[in-house]
């Protein structure tokens, strides 16, 4: 089936980078697999991350397959472009039908985007993970590659107003190299190495961003630990079960 709708998506995208005059930086694209099946597992700052977690595939001619909350896809502007792009809809109190659905398109090929947080982690800290995306990627025996994002935040996240026009910005997004199911006893145990690969990547991606904060009251991007007044993690955990 051709690609009528993802090809212009990502060209209206990359336009838009240009515009706002983006500082991208990708590295370890070449880990993502040019032919056959890969699960991308992301954290996850911003409502645009699947934007950018696509664009570290790029280099490889791979088109990333989302795995989004289907309110996305009954959105009158978002839902045609998501459906039109061969995304999947999750429907999170019947989440059996999508899960089959992405392990079937890895089978094929595919490469498919996770965010295992779930959702977005206020603290700007990699949060506890789920386990589906190394089960899917066990189960059709396929590579899991963490992908650290950074700065995506800034644009637009949880809790904060939109600055989709803000100019200049440095984005980071660091491909990390392909976890073999093979390698590992059982599901838990890829799970946890994920966990600690993926939060590796994101405390290298902030420590290393070019950008710090412009004073007292720019410094809410910023994880606590950083010295930012990002919540801790428990505070998030308090923030979303409110």
């Known amino acids: 089936m051709p690609e009528l709708v993802y090809p212009p998506v990502i060209a209206a995208a990359k336009t838009m980078f240009r515009v706002l005059d983006l500082k991208i930086t990708i590295e370890g694209a070449h880990h993502v697999p040019r032919t056959g099946g890969a699960v991308l597992a992301s954290n996850h700052v911003s409502y645009l991350d699947f934007i950018f977690c696509g664009l570290g595939a790029h280099e490889s001619k791979r088109l990333v397959r989302f795995m989004a909350k289907k309110s996305v896809f009954t959105h009158k502007v978002s839902g045609p472009l998501m459906r039109g792009m061969r995304h999947i809809p999750v429907d999170r109190r019947a989440g059996a039908g999508s899960y089959a659905e992405a392990v079937s398109a890895l089978k094929r090929g595919e490469v498919i985007g996770v965010f295992p947080e779930a959702t977005i982690s206020r603290s700007f800290t990699v949060k506890e993970l789920k386990s589906g995306a190394t089960r899917m990627a066990r189960e059709a025996g396929v590579p899991v590659l963490p992908v650290a994002l950074w700065g995506t935040q800034r644009l637009w996240t949880k809790g904060r107003p939109r600055t989709l026009t803000r100019r200049?910005?440095?984005?980071?997004?660091?491909v990390g190299e392909p976890?073999?199911?093979?390698?590992?006893?059982?599901g838990n145990a890829m799970t946890e190495d994920l966990s600690a690969r993926l939060s590796a990547l994101v405390?290298?991606?902030?420590?290393?961003?070019?950008?710090?904060?412009?004073?007292?009251?720019?410094?809410?991007?910023?994880?606590?630990h950083l010295g930012g007044t990002a919540p801790t993690l428990a505070e998030a955990a308090t923030l979303d079960r409110a």
């Open 179 to 186: 976890m073999d199911p093979a390698a590992y006893p059982d």
């Open 203 to 224: 405390d290298r991606a902030q420590r290393e961003y070019p950008d710090r904060p412009s004073g007292p009251d720019d410094t809410w991007w910023l994880p606590a």
């Open 168 to 174: 200049h910005t440095p984005i980071t997004i660091l």
